[in-house]
C-alpha cells in the first residue's frame, strides 16, 4: 500500500459564504478531507486524482513535516480513515498491523469449511474499511 499524498486547498466560496463545507476543486476516488478555517487538507492516495489537482494554481503538497503534525491532530476516527486510504505507519519498524473485519470474516469462514465465492471477496473489501485490531508481527532480527 501507498503512503497518501497530503495537500492544502482553499475550501469553496460557498463554504465561505455559510453553506456546507467542501473543497474548491472536485476530488476523484478516495480522500480524507480535514477542514481548517478557510483551507482543506487532502490524503489521497491515487496517482492520477494528485497529479490533477497539483496542477491547480492554488492547491500544494504539503511537506513531510506539515504532514506528519495533520496526521497527529486527527482524532481516532481520523486516523483510522487515513489507514484504509492505505497509509503505512510512519514507523516502517512498526510491530503491529492491522485486521480489517472483511479479513477476520474470510479466516473463521473458511476455518468453517465456507468456501469464498464472488460476492463474499467483494464483502470482503468492503468490510476490510473497518479494523477490527491491530496484531502483533513477528520481529525480524538482523
Sequence with gaps: MSIPVWMEMPVSEDTLQGKPARPKHMIKGNALLVYRNDKVYVAVRETDTVDTLLRQSDVRQLTADEAHRIEDSLPGIGAA???SLGAS???SQS??????????VS???SRLGIPECDACGRRKKRLNG????????SLKRH
Excluded at 130 to 137: A, D
Aim: aromatic share 8%.
Design 89 to 91: 505507519p510512519a514507523d
Design 81 to 83: 480513515r487515513l489507514h
Design 130 to 137: 473497518l479494523t477490527v485490531w491491530r496484531t502483533r508481527r
Design 95 to 104: 510491530r503491529y498491523r492491522r485486521l480489517g473485519l472483511g479479513d477476520l
Design 107 to 109: 479466516r473463521v469462514t
